[in-house]
């Protein structure tokens, strides 16, 4: 049974600005003065965003001088992606095979 899918990583996804702000980082690395512009969102809301995205390892961090540049990590992306793929295809079999469970 998949049981690799990071609950963490899933509700970070479920957030409409968070999906933004990564799709926004699969283009190019931003700083947060970038994604204010692009988003529409306040600084601080962004920040928080931002910091909760490098906690789930789906971004990291580069500075330049005074900036500090956020970037997609294709490997994180990847993995999820991999463990996604792992569950569709174990539940393509359960239903192909009609597996049930007998009640007792």
Same mark, same amino acid.
């Given at each position: 049974m998949v049981t690799s899918?990071?609950?963490?990583?899933?509700?970070?996804?479920?957030?409409p600005l968070r999906m933004q702000i990564l799709r926004l980082?699969?283009?190019e690395s931003l700083c947060v003065c970038h994604l204010v512009e692009e988003t529409g969102a306040k600084q601080t809301n962004l920040s928080n965003h931002l910091r909760l995205l490098r906690q789930t390892g789906l971004v990291e961090t580069e500075s330049c001088g005074r900036?500090?540049?956020y970037k997609l990590k294709p490997a994180a992306v990847?993995?999820?992606?991999?463990?996604?793929?792992?569950? $569709? +295809?174990?539940? &393509?079999?359960?239903?192909? $095979? +009609?597996?049930? &469970?007998?009640?007792?």
């Open positions: 899918v990071d609950t963490e990583v899933m509700k970070a996804l479920a957030d980082l699969a283009v900036f500090l540049y990847a993995a999820l992606a991999e463990d996604l793929v792992a569950l $569709a +295809d174990q539940a &393509r079999a359960t239903h192909d $095979a +009609d597996t049930k &469970r007998p009640c007792p």
